[in-house]
């Protein structure tokens, strides 16, 4: 059975950073795709950030370039999210997810999900 197990949120400041990791576990072979995805209390999910595991090609929404960081270590079958400089409007739960065979980039379509991680930034 494939896992997903989001860590490293927390509360922080206006201006911190955090780092999020995201262990996989129960798929055998490689995923094709993993991804964060965000939800604040009342609003739709929100993709993050993805990656296409065979090459590291990255995508990004447009709210968070240039202040988050998406990485995979291969290794040890972990995603991670390099938050830096958060704003207030970044408090939200953060999802990851993985797909074994397509390319969603930032669009919600992975086939595992992870159960979340809260992140809140207090201005």
């Known amino acids: 059975q494939v896992q997903l197990v989001e860590s490293g949120g927390g509360s922080v400041q206006a201006g911190g950073s955090l780092r999020l990791s995201c262990a996989a576990s129960?798929?055998?072979?490689?995923?094709?795709?993993m991804g964060w995805f965000r939800q604040a209390p009342g609003k739709e999910r929100e993709g993050v950030a993805a990656?296409?595991?065979?090459?590291?090609?990255?995508a990004y929404a447009n709210s968070i370039k240039g202040r988050f960081t998406l990485s995979h270590d291969g290794a040890k079958r972990t995603l991670f999210l390099q938050m830096n400089t958060l704003k207030p409007e970044d408090t939200a739960m953060y999802y990851c997810?993985?797909?074994?065979?397509?390319?969603?980039?930032?669009?919600?379509?992975?086939?595992?999900w992870g159960q979340g991680t809260q992140v809140t930034v207090s201005s």
């Open positions: 997810a993985a797909d074994p065979r397509f390319w969603y980039g930032v669009a919600a379509g992975y086939e595992y």
């Open positions: 129960g798929y055998t072979s490689r995923f094709y795709s």
């Open positions: 990656i296409k595991i065979d090459n590291g090609s990255t």
